[in-house]
């Protein structure tokens, strides 16, 4: 292999090793400035939006825990990885999708060792943010206190409402 294309490779392999996920998309439609918008919107959750060759990336995915993505490496291809969010990642990149006319096509995705149609994406992006999971958490643990602060202060309103009541006649 040539060094430069060992370069290449590497730096793909780097891309990938610090995430568990990882999106292929054809950006083929995309313009320069549409792609910079999408770099910045992703860059705000820690993933990165790389144009890589077909080949190289089949030689970076050999030896990761990624499954075999070789039949989607056709066409131009991009890659998404990186961040801890996968689910908010689908995220933007269906929104960036909707909101530029299907421009960009998302050929699949891997989640670790599970390969993802892109049908599956799209679903993945429905769940919610790991923010809102840790807000429902955090509501769900406040609730048996909240629950019992209303029992302990509706028995002395009660009294005090009977109190009133006997007052008035």
């Given at each position: ?18 995430s ?10 995309v313009r320069?400035?549409?792609a ?8 705000a ?8 060759k077909?080949s190289?990336l089949?030689l ?7 499954p075999?993505l070789k ?8 890659l ?12 933007l990149?269906l929104q960036f ?5 299907d421009k960009?096509v998302?050929?699949?995705?891997a989640?670790?060792?599970r ?10 992006s429905?769940?919610p ?9 955090l509501a ?5 206190a909240?629950r019992?602060?209303a029992v ?6 009660s009294?005090?409402?009977v109190?009133?009541a006997?007052?008035?006649?």
């Amino acid at each position: 292999m040539r060094p430069e294309k060992s370069w290449l490779v590497q730096e793909a392999v780097t891309y990938l090793q610090g995430s568990d996920y990882l999106y292929l998309l054809d950006f083929s439609r995309v313009r320069v400035e549409e792609a910079a918008e999408l770099r910045r919107s992703l860059r705000a959750e820690g993933a990165v939006f790389h144009v890589v060759k077909n080949s190289v990336l089949q030689l970076a995915l050999q030896g990761l825990v990624f499954p075999d993505l070789k039949p989607q490496l056709s066409g131009p291809t991009a890659l998404v990885a990186g961040g801890a969010n996968p689910s908010g990642v689908a995220k933007l990149l269906l929104q960036f999708r909707k909101q530029h006319e299907d421009k960009l096509v998302l050929k699949c995705g891997a989640l670790a060792s599970r390969f993802l149609s892109p049908e599956e994406v799209k679903l993945l992006s429905e769940l919610p943010t790991l923010d809102e999971l840790r807000a429902r958490c955090l509501a769900l643990l406040q609730e048996p206190a909240r629950r019992a602060l209303a029992v302990f202060q509706a028995v002395p309103q009660s009294l005090l409402r009977v109190l009133k009541a006997k007052a008035g006649l």
